[in-house]
């Protein structure tokens, strides 16, 4: 898994973009870290034209 900053737009927090393998499909979750929390916003099991734009933008 890779994880990066989404600094796309001001969200009035730090929150992270990562792109990994679950099981042989590829998934982007969308957390923020709050002290020792993990907070999960979004996760989605991804397409190959959306691979292609995530690596893209997040230079993964």
Known sequence: MVARID???DYG???WVAL??????TVV???TEEED????ISAR???NE???YYKK???L
């Not at 990994?20 to 499909?25: A, K, M, V």
């Not at 929390?37 to 999960?40: G, H």
């Open 45 to 47: 099991v991804t397409k």
């Open 7 to 9: 600094d796309r737009k």
């Open 29 to 31: 979750l969308v957390y």
């Open 20 to 25: 990994g393998d679950w099981d042989g499909t």
């Open 50 to 52: 959306t691979n292609i």
């Open 57 to 59: 933008i997040y230079h």
């Open 13 to 15: 927090e730090i929150r």
């Open 37 to 40: 929390t993990v907070r999960l």
